[in-house]
């Protein structure tokens, strides 16, 4: 929807008054200065949905279901697609959209484009839409519930997977449908980028040029950010340039440091099993292994498999995927685990630092989302850093970030 088109409405409401919705309350009081703006969000009780009956437009949150709502509406997303005529980039997939969107957006940066960042990762689109003109690139990590009601499609996208993850969606084929929406409308000049491992992707019907990841060496993220910044005019030197200087966002596979001669990895962005059965393949000396949380669904039988025969010797449940995990890992006739349930951090820490043998990897690597115990992935690794600084002694010199998993 068109600024002007918005302007055909006297009273908006806002649902949903998050980071983006206080983003779109800002846009909207400079654009439409004659229009009425009203605001409601959950946190003001049951009755926050009744607001729509006396309006005659909605902006709604992304995480708010479009069943809610009564009125006709539109989403932040759609109107910066509307407004801006820049060249977007699209991300999406069940795990490793902000890693890929990020590192994308780092080669732009390096190689003298004019580019942004926003979307899912935590930039409101709407703050950029005064800002970016034509000649810009916008690089959009675009999540499902984004997804689930766009109308439009970015220059280039980009799905890197698609995993199990029901959350708020009705069926895997519902999600699935959602993340293909990304290039519903595309025409024959854009482009479709996806991982061809998954085989519901490489049947998507688009207008778009598909061009199919290298999948060997699962690393999407990086065989993504080649691609696309080859269409985007960026030569092979600066690609390899951006890459090599890139530094992994915190919590995602992220060597902390060694404590009591141990080292850690926090690796609390880890939101599905799959993130934890590629972080144990890679890492290696895995001695403890943190995992567990809330519960999508997943189907877990291949990572208790794993664990089973990784190195892993001991392992932290978090409810309540790990009470799952633990009647698999019960069952498992090849070796006995120390295994460790437990709702805190600290606690979880500090049978980490007694059961560890030293120069081994502890690894917190949940395979699920945080929402049961903690706010998010961000609180879950802030407080596994908190109590090794708590309850260890680190070795001087050793924090780094080790590639990331997501």
Do not use: W
């Not at 120069?359 to 699920?368: H, I, K, R, T, W």
């Amino acid at each position: 929807m068109t600024i002007e088109d918005l302007r055909k409405y006297r009273r908006i409401l806002i649902l949903g008054y998050g980071i983006e919705g206080k983003e779109t309350e800002l846009f909207l009081k400079k654009h439409l200065p004659e229009s009425q703006i009203i605001v409601a969000d959950r946190s003001e009780g049951s009755d926050y949905l009744k607001k729509q009956e006396d309006v005659d437009l909605v902006i709604k949150t992304p995480s708010i279901p479009p069943k809610l709502v009564t009125k006709p509406y539109t989403t932040a997303t759609n109107i910066f697609f509307a407004n801006v005529d820049s060249t977007l980039v699209g991300i999406t997939g069940t795990k490793g959209k902000s890693t890929t969107s990020s590192l994308i957006y780092h080669i732009l940066k390096k190689a003298g484009k004019s580019v942004y960042l926003a979307g899912n990762i935590g930039i409101p689109m709407l703050s950029l839409i005064d800002k970016v003109s034509s000649v810009d690139i916008v690089v959009l990590e675009l999540s499902s519930y984004q997804l689930q009601d766009i109308e439009y499609s970015p220059h280039i996208g980009v799905i890197l997977n698609i995993y199990t993850d029901l959350h708020n969606h009705e069926s895997f084929s519902a999600y699935q449908q959602v993340k293909m929406k990304i290039v519903a409308k595309s025409n024959a000049t854009d482009y479709f980028v996806y991982n061809p491992a998954f085989p519901e992707l490489t049947t998507i019907e688009t207008r778009a040029k598909k061009i199919p990841l290298d999948s060997t060496n699962n690393d999407e993220d990086v065989k993504a950010a080649e691609i696309i910044c080859q269409l985007l005019g960026v030569d092979s030197g600066a690609i390899e340039q951006g890459i090599q200087s890139f530094q992994p966002l915190p919590h995602r596979n992220q060597k902390i440091g060694t404590y009591n001669e141990i080292i850690f990895i926090d690796d609390s962005a880890s939101t599905h099993p799959e993130s934890t059965i590629k972080a144990l393949r890679e890492l290696g000396k895995v001695d403890t292994l943190i995992c567990g949380g809330q519960n999508r669904d997943f189907e877990l039988d291949e990572l208790a498999h794993e664990i089973i025969a990784s190195s892993v010797e001991n392992v932290v449940l978090f409810p309540d995927t790990g009470n799952l995990l633990e009647r698999s890992l019960l069952l498992s006739p090849k070796k006995a685990m120390r295994i460790f349930k437990t709702d805190s951090m600290e606690l979880a820490v500090k049978f980490a630092l007694a059961k560890t043998k030293p120069g081994n990897v502890c690894l917190l690597s949940p395979g699920a989302p945080s929402y049961l115990t903690f706010k998010n992935f961000e609180e879950r690794g802030d407080k596994f850093v908190y109590y090794l600084d708590k309850y260890a002694k680190k070795k001087e010199g050793t924090t780094e970030s080790s590639q990331d998993q997501q």
